[in-house]
């Protein structure tokens, strides 16, 4: 459940501002803005066109999402049968969801030292929204790899495990416990020391 909503904001944040950036000149009147998502920059600045250019850190968001939602299906699957690399799976899959948002969040990170400000111009740098989408899937992921390294791959107590299963294909049902049976070896109404019939 944590893998397919961590994914889930991973890939919608993709498609939000990651970023927005401010840039102000008051001896000319000059102001622009730039919203940095992970397919697209736009700028706009005063009486200019809208700008767009394409950038490719929703891809990144995007694989690591579908990737996580495909282990968590796996999981699902694995879990009622039982196996083993349910544990490991699901590490394997959080670590992957955390690396790719902990790329963006540096990303976004790192643009925030360009704010600047100066006699002639001011300019400021914001996160946007995607930027805590994004973080809040990665600290998804991070508690995924726990919870499936404390619970090592056991199956959760809400699914009941299924009996062996014999090379003959049908599940070994358990044996009623066989009792011993004591004949008693004379009869409760001979008298001892007679035979049988009188």
Request: charged share 10%.
């Amino acid at each position: 459940m944590l893998l397919v909503v961590g994914a889930g904001l991973a890939i919608g944040g993709s498609f939000a501002a990651l970023d927005n950036w401010a840039l102000n000149e008051p001896n000319s009147n000059y102001r622009s803005t730039t919203t940095v998502s992970g397919w697209s920059y736009r700028n706009q600045g005063a009486g200019q066109p809208v700008q767009h250019e394409a950038q490719w850190i929703g891809v990144a968001l995007v694989v690591g999402g579908v990737l996580a939602i495909a282990a968590a299906v796996l999981l699902l699957v694995t879990l009622r049968r039982g196996r083993p690399v349910v544990g490991a799976l699901a590490a394997v899959s959080g670590a992957v969801l955390f690396g790719v948002a902990l790329t963006v969040g540096v990303s976004v990170l790192g643009d925030l030292g360009f704010a600047k400000a100066t006699n002639d111009y001011t300019e400021t740098v914001s996160p946007g929204l995607g930027f805590w989408l994004i973080l809040a899937a990665g600290l998804l992921g991070i508690a995924a790899v726990v919870l499936a390294l404390l619970t090592g791959g056991s199956a959760s107590p809400g699914v009941e495990s299924e009996p062996p299963t014999p090379p003959q294909g049908m599940p070994a049902l358990p044996q009623p416990q066989q009792y011993p049976t004591q004949h008693p070896t004379q009869h409760p109404y001979q008298q001892p020391g007679r035979p049988p019939g009188y």
